[in-house]
Structure formats: structure tokens, C-alpha cells
């Protein structure tokens, strides 16, 4: 069993739309959430991070953390074509993991206008 | 402009033959990685670098080799490619914005025939 599952899609959604996407995971050692994009032929980049349960928003991004389900989701609102892309998210214990992250396999996103 | 680069961008070669992938930063950052990442599967560490002269494998075995003579510079190297290497790999590093704060390359894909 993986230690984080993603949905791998490919989820379209009409522009304006809210993309949600979400990830479980096992390992109850997991302190640190993020969530990164990968636009095609291009290496993964930040879009943001929690640290243990909560909300975090950013900009039409929000982040959302549920350790005692072992749940993380992330919402973009009012969706744009710029939007499609592959959202890996990806997660780390609090200590001697820096840098070390375990990924999702992603979810392709493809926001149509 | 600070960032990360990567080449090739795309190899292709034979069975047997040494490759080495070229990865170099722009930003100072001390700690750099390698992440393996195949079609629709999660990207998993397969190197990583906390500074000059210091190296350590990853989560997933691999039979590439790295180096970190230089704090900008940290090649991967396979002695004798085999079509089972084939995959991207993606070259990272972060720095003083904290251990969520991977920037990566645009990868290379290297394809063994």
C-alpha cells in the first residue's frame, strides 16, 4: 500500500468552476503538507504548505489539513485555463526529513473555456 | 535570475553506456536532491546532499551515483545505463526558505534503448 494516495484523474472542470482535489496517507508521523504544480515538460513548483491540521488560503488556493482522518484537500476557486496542470501533493514528518518528501502520484487537472 | 537548470533536457542512448545528468543552482542553496519520477507514479528521492562532500541515497534504490564537489553542482552518473533506467529525473534543492521549499528543475529524460 502506498503511503500517500492521489486520485489520478484527469478531473475537467468549465473555467470559473472550483477544482477540489484531495490526498490520504498512512503514516500518522506526517507533520508537513504541501501542495505543488507541474505544468507538462516542466519540473513540480510550490503552491503551498500546512503545518498539522488546519486551513490555509492563498490567493483562489486553499489548503486543507485533517490529520485524524489522515485527509488533505485543496481547492482552487474560480478555475482558469492557466489552471491545467498536475497537482502533486506531497508530505514530510516534523524532524530529519528536510527536503525528504513523500509524493502523491498527482492529479491531472484540465480546465476547459 | 536565481534558478535551477538541468541537461540534458532529453537523452536518449544504448544499452551500456555512461551517462552523467548536470544539475547546477543559481541560489546558494546548500542542500540539493534527485527525484525520480515515471508516468503516473508518485516522484521518490533517490539522492540527496546537505552540503559540499556530503551525499546519502534516498527512499528508492537506485545504481546512479551522485556527487557534491561544488555547492552549485551536483551530478548524477550511471556507470552503465539499462533500459530499466529509463525514467525523468528531476534535480532539486532548497534553502534558507525552510524544508517544504523545494525548487526544481525541469528534469531529464533519459531513455535507454
Known amino acids: 500500500q502506498k503511503e500517500v494516495e492521489q486520485d489520478p484523474g484527469p478531473l475537467s472542470v468549465p473555467e470559473g468552476a472550483i477544482v477540489s482535489l484531495n490526498c490520504t496517507y498512512s503514516?500518522?508521523?506526517?507533520?508537513?503538507f504541501m501542495w505543488y504544480r507541474q505544468y507538462s515538460r516542466k519540473g513540480p513548483e510550490l503552491l503551498m504548505y500546512t503545518y498539522s491540521s488546519g486551513n490555509k488560503e492563498d490567493g483562489r488556493f486553499t489548503a486543507q489539513v485533517d490529520k485524524s482522518s489522515k485527509y488533505i484537500s485543496l481547492f482552487i476557486r474560480d478555475s482558469q485555463p492557466s489552471d491545467s496542470a498536475t497537482y502533486l501533493c506531497a508530505m514530510r514528518p516534523g524532524t530529519d526529513s528536510w527536503g525528504k518528501l513523500q509524493f502523491g502520484a498527482g492529479t491531472q487537472v484540465v480546465v476547459t473555456p | 535570475e536565481a534558478d535551477i537548470y538541468q541537461t540534458p533536457r532529453y537523452l536518449v542512448i544504448g544499452t551500456g553506456k555512461k551517462i552523467t545528468l548536470e544539475c547546477s543552482q543559481t541560489?546558494?542553496?546548500?542542500?540539493m536532491y534527485w527525484y525520480q519520477q515515471d508516468p503516473g507514479m508518485e516522484l521518490h528521492l533517490i539522492h540527496y546532499s546537505y552540503g559540499v562532500n556530503s551525499t546519502e541515497k534516498g527512499d528508492l534504490s537506485s545504481e546512479s551515483t551522485v556527487s557534491r564537489i561544488r555547492t552549485e553542482h551536483f551530478p548524477l552518473t550511471l556507470e552503465s545505463a539499462r533500459p530499466s533506467h529509463t525514467s525523468q529525473y528531476l534535480c532539486a534543492s532548497s534553502g534558507l526558505s525552510g524544508a517544504n521549499v523545494l525548487t526544481f528543475g525541469a528534469g531529464s529524460r533519459l531513455t535507454v534503448l
Open positions: 503514516n500518522s508521523a506526517f507533520q508537513y
Open positions: 541560489m546558494g542553496h546548500d542542500k
